[in-house]
């Protein structure tokens, strides 16, 4: 019969399994074993909501046993064990989640990133092994079956006749090659080395028989090998263990094992926490978001287990959705076992721990902020968005609480600061001045941007599209408004120059009415807050003209207009000139190319191009 095939994903990773260079071969067995533990969950937890199966949970174990002659490694288990169809659609193509992984990367990344990136699971055995045999045999199900592959060429499956349900994984280790010893999976100490490395935390039983050196009994110098099956895990969920004995290392260990993240977390929050609701949860702050965050399919939530065992995958009840990138497991003994997703959500204790939770992951951010500045920037990097969405989102119920996570960049260093910074630096100042734009570059060369720093008043630059939203929803920082350089909020000048430039735009009422009929703005007149510019464009009412280039970009019909101003340098030659103009036409032609100029310097489109470079042409060749 002609083997069966792989899919093509499937056989690519497997090609790069098989030929891997990849050092750290024998993550394998942790795969295994917790492909093995995961079975037996499934099991348990029906148990939990089916009567008729009778289980104790001190029957499930996994077993391990090394086969030296044969050269082969077996791992049994008496999970929920596969059927015909399941071993077909589980073990024919690459694990779920390491595949869409596999997929969704478009780097060509080596070998090593891979493995590394994605848990890419049981395909992972194919690192050792030559020949991998799983025979299955689903819970309640009077059939069991064998799927056989020696790797790339396919797979076949045949009737078997295992007895009980479960299943039981023999490989057979391929022969030591110069360049590694892959026999070293036969040996006992081995594998109860990796086990300990990896699986210690399994809460189920991982067994197998040690064999010893022991002296005979009665004798005292004459030995003898004693074979005893032992317990090679410590099956302590390491959220349970005291903190004290716990190393990075160990939580980093876990932390990849459980959410396939090859790079280390930013941050570990372990909390023990007795009182009116007990629970231990163990929450990692990611060092960049999942490889599927920005996709609709990425779910938020926290991993619920009552007194060990797992209940839910992911319980997003536990996460307010501005801390969505949070991994990690929450264990509470006083939630109960046989519940509900519905019920869950309505749950007391449930909510009480996510309370408790979300002030847990607020204060480590602020402290990590105040004391461990440098990842907390890089925090604010990946996440930062979050946090913001956090203060605008539901109206800003959230604001107050996530405040002081805001950085923005400063226009005097370029860095980043908090509000109670900016505060700090500029005690004597009523407003916070802010600009926005696309870049900092761009925000720093706004020609209204300059004669704040000719005054030397440090400004926040705003260059990510929902800033604008965010301050207009905090409204004030300490009693201090947040006040946009750009809008007709803000002026510096003193209430002499206030008086002398509202002269100088009177006498100039009747030339901009004239050139306000050719353009489309509320209003032209001279400022005294330009240099060396010659015009700029500014904003009054609700809507700013950043807020119109986001709000018209984003894929709805609706479409916004700020109420623009143009304001012209009243110092510069320009505005002699165009008092000089007696033309009203020539007026007219004038305003069009100003205006032009500064839409294009905001980045605004101009929506008759060629009509303006005929006119700048036009007065060029004068
Ligand atoms: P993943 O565990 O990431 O889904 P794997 O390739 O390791 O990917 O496994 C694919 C699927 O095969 C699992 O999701 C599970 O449904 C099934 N499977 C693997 N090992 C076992 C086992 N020991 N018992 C029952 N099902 C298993």
């Not at 396939?260 to 929450?283: M, R, W």
Request: net charge negative; hydrophobic share 30%.
């Amino acid at each position: 019969m002609a083997k069966k095939q792989f899919k093509a994903e499937s056989k690519k990773l497997m090609d790069l399994m098989i030929n891997s260079i990849y050092t750290n071969k024998e993550i394998f067995l942790r795969e295994l074993i917790s492909n093995a533990s995961d079975a037996i969950d499934k099991l348990y937890y029906k148990s939990l909501t089916d009567d008729s199966i009778k289980i104790n949970k001190s029957d499930f174990k996994i077993g391990l046993s090394i086969d030296k002659n044969n050269k082969t490694l077996t791992i049994t288990d008496n999970g929920i064990g596969m059927t015909k169809d399941e071993l077909e659609t589980n073990l024919g193509t690459i694990a779920k989640s390491g595949s869409e992984a596999f997929k969704s990367t478009n780097k060509k990344a080596d070998d090593i990133d891979i493995i590394g990136q994605f848990g890419v699971g049981f395909y992972s055995a194919f690192m050792v092994a030559s020949k991998i045999e799983v025979i299955s045999k689903a819970y309640g199900s009077d059939e069991s079956y064998k799927w056989t592959s020696t790797g790339i060429d396919g797979y076949d499956i045949a009737k078997s006749s295992k007895e009980d349900y479960g299943t039981t994984i023999t490989l057979t280790i391929k022969d030591s090659t110069d360049d590694y010893d892959y026999e070293e999976f036969l040996s006992e100490h081995k594998i109860s080395s990796i086990i300990k490395k990896y699986s210690d935390y399994i809460t189920y039983p991982i067994m197998m028989n040690m064999t010893h050196r022991e002296l005979k009994e009665n004798s005292e110098n004459e030995y003898e090998d004693v074979t005893r099956e032992e317990t090679l895990n410590d099956m302590i969920p390491i959220w349970k263990r005291t903190k004290s004995k716990i190393k990075d290392e160990d939580y980093n260990t876990f932390y990849s094992d459980k959410f396939f993240d090859y790079e280390s977390p930013l941050k570990v929050i372990h909390n023990q926490t007795e009182g009116v609701v007990s629970y231990n949860s163990l929450l990692f702050i990611p060092s960049h978001p999942a490889y599927d965050f920005y996709t609709k399919n990425y779910e938020k939530g926290l991993q619920l287990y009552s007194n060990g065992v797992l209940i839910m995958e992911k319980c997003a009840e536990l996460l307010p959705d501005y801390y969505n990138f949070v991994k990690g497991v929450v264990d509470s003994p006083d939630l109960s076992l046989n519940i509900s997703r519905e019920i869950l959500q309505q749950d007391k204790t449930l909510k009480t721990i996510a309370k408790s939770i979300e002030t847990k992951i607020t204060k480590e951010l602020m402290d990590m902020r105040s004391q461990d500045r440098e990842n907390y920037e890089k925090f604010f990097k990946v996440f930062g968005a979050n946090i913001k969405f956090g203060v605008y989102d539901n109206f800003g119920v959230n604001k107050d609480k996530l405040k002081d996570l805001l950085l923005f960049t400063s226009s005097k260093t370029k860095k980043l600061i908090t509000l109670q910074e900016y505060v700090d630096n500029n005690k004597e100042q009523d407003k916070i001045y802010y600009c926005c734009g696309e870049s900092l570059d761009k925000v720093d060369n706004l020609p209204v941007v300059e004669s704040y720093k000719d005054k030397d008043i440090e400004i926040l630059y705003c260059t990510d599209y929902v800033d604008e939203f965010v301050l207009q929803t905090l409204i004030n920082y300490n009693d201090k408004k947040f006040t946009n350089i750009a809008t007709s909020e803000s002026d510096l000048s003193t209430d002499e120059e206030k008086e002398q430039i509202k002269k100088h735009n009177e006498s100039a009422e009747n030339m901009f009415k004239t050139m306000q009929s050719a353009i489309d703005v509320k209003e032209i007149r001279f400022t005294n807050k330009l240099k060396k510019h010659a015009v700029c464009l500014t904003s009054k009412g609700n809507v700013t003209i950043e807020m119109e280039k986001v709000i018209n970009a984003m894929p709805t019909d609706e479409q916004v207009n700020a109420e623009k101003i143009l304001e012209i340098n009243e110092n510069h030659e320009l505005a002699k000139k165009l008092e000089s103009i007696k033309d009203e036409e020539e007026l007219k032609r004038y305003a069009k190319i100003l205006y032009a100029q500064a839409r294009l310097i905001e980045g605004l489109p101009i929506d008759n191009p060629t009509e303006i470079t005929n006119l700048i042409c036009e007065e060029l060749a004068k």
